[in-house]
Nanobody, 123 residues
Framework: QVQLVESGGGLVQAGDSLRLSCAASGRTSSNNIMGWFRQAPGKEREFVSAITWSGSRRYYADSVKGRFTISRDDAKNTVYLQMNNLKPEDTAVYYC????????????????WGQGTQVTVSS
């Protein structure tokens, strides 16, 4: 089993920054992919970003490229999502997820999920 705990959400104004954290514990491995997804009210959950366990490969949705940066800290077993120049359309619940084997942008391919953290961006 793997446990994922997100933190760092909040209420900000357009143009501000936030950093989300996701601490992983349990049976993680070097094959794992760590991802961030988000879900706005009335919309489906969507891919935001992902990173390989080594940190050598990073993936981004087109909507966040150039504004969001994913990274990880091996010592803390934690993945971060630095979000800059936030827009009202970034408002959503953000979820951390773990895929045990390979990169995917599909919700169904991720095996473990955190509880989510709310990000609200006012205009």
């Amino acid at each position: 089993q793997v446990q994922l705990v997100e933190s760092g959400g909040g209420l900000v104004q357009a143009g501000d920054s936030l950093r989300l954290s996701c601490a992983a514990s349990g049976r993680t491995s070097s094959n794992n992919i760590m991802g961030w997804f988000r879900q706005a009210p009335g919309k489906e959950r969507e891919f935001v970003s992902a990173i390989t366990w080594s940190g050598s490969r990073r993936y981004y949705a087109d909507s966040v490229k150039g504004r969001f940066t994913i990274s990880r800290d091996d010592a803390k077993n934690t993945v971060y999502l630095q979000m800059n120049n936030l827009k009202p359309e970034d408002t959503a619940v953000y979820y951390c997820a773990l895929d045990r084997s390979s990169f995917s942008q599909k919700v169904k391919d991720y095996d473990y999920w955190g509880q989510g953290t709310q990000v609200t961006v006012s205009s």
